[in-house]
T-cell receptor
Framework: DTAVSQTPKYLVTQMGNDKSIKCEQN?????MYWYKQDSKKFLKIMFS???????INETVPNRFSPKSPDKAHLNLHINSLELGDSAVYFC????????????FGDGTRLSIL | GNSVTQMEGPVTLSEEAFLTINCTYT??????LFWYVQYPGEGLQLLLK?????DKGSNKGFEATYRKETTSFHLEKGSVQVSDSAVYFC????????????????FGKGTLLTVNP
């Protein structure tokens, strides 16, 4: 069973479009995250939710809007896509914060044409 | 703020060579320290962790010791295999704001390891 699953795996779209990435975890975790990995492999947190509440919102353009309908799901909607949004987006979850390790999905590779 | 500095790659080794990837950190309080590994086309997987000073994390022949005095958490393996080829990330969790209760994971820039047969 896949613990953290993201869809789609690949997303190729035109500049200016709106797209969503879905994430689901079946680990019973309370906390979920979105990360962006750039072409040099650098990983940066974007958002974190704990029990469906937003707890971390880094300096991300407000074109990016996360939504957590329940503890097992955290979706990411992106409006008006720009060239600089091309990256791999990873969803992750953990049992809590602090020393609890995070479990990552396999990523969604977003390419903007 | 918190930060993690790890040695720049790429690192290329022959099979059975000794591996060290250096990692140092800056953090307030008492962070937990992690090494994650990313195989090609996959997400990150936890390799090992340590939650307090002098703790040694170990897994799959890899180990790292939490050294508070040198603020370091260097990754080592005595004999690497071709299957160890991946990107390795050092990371720490620390509070987002001083006195706060929310934590975030801060990553180093990653080190690409290639092991040749």
């Amino acid at each position: 069973d896949t613990a953290v699953s993201q869809t789609p795996k690949y997303l190729v779209t035109q500049m200016g479009n709106d797209k969503s990435i879905k994430c689901e975890q079946n680990l019973g975790h309370d906390t979920m995250y979105w990360y962006k990995q750039d072409s040099k492999k650098f990983l940066k947190i974007m958002f974190s939710y704990n029990n469906k509440e937003l707890i971390i919102n880094e300096t991300v353009p407000n074109r990016f809007s996360p939504k957590s309908p329940d503890k097992a799901h955290l979706n990411l909607h992106i409006n008006s896509l720009e060239l600089g949004d091309s990256a791999v987006y990873f969803c992750a979850s953990s049992r809590g914060q602090g020393s609890h390790p995070q479990h990552f999905g396999d990523g969604t590779r977003l390419s903007i044409l | 703020g918190n930060s993690v500095t790890q040695m720049e790659g790429p690192v290329t080794l022959s099979e059975e060579a000794f591996l060290t990837i250096n990692c140092t950190y800056t953090a307030t309080g008492y962070p937990s320290l992690f090494w994650y590994v990313q195989y090609p086309g996959e997400g990150l997987q936890l390799l090992l962790k340590a939650t307090k000073a002098d703790d040694k994390g170990s897994n799959k022949g890899f180990e790292a010791t939490y050294r508070k005095e040198t603020t370091s958490f260097h990754l080592e393996k005595g004999s690497v295999q071709v299957s160890d080829s991946a990107v390795y990330f050092c990371a720490l969790t620390g509070v987002v704001n001083s006195g706060g209760s929310n934590y975030k994971l801060t990553f180093g820039k990653g080190t690409l390891l290639t092991v040749n047969p």
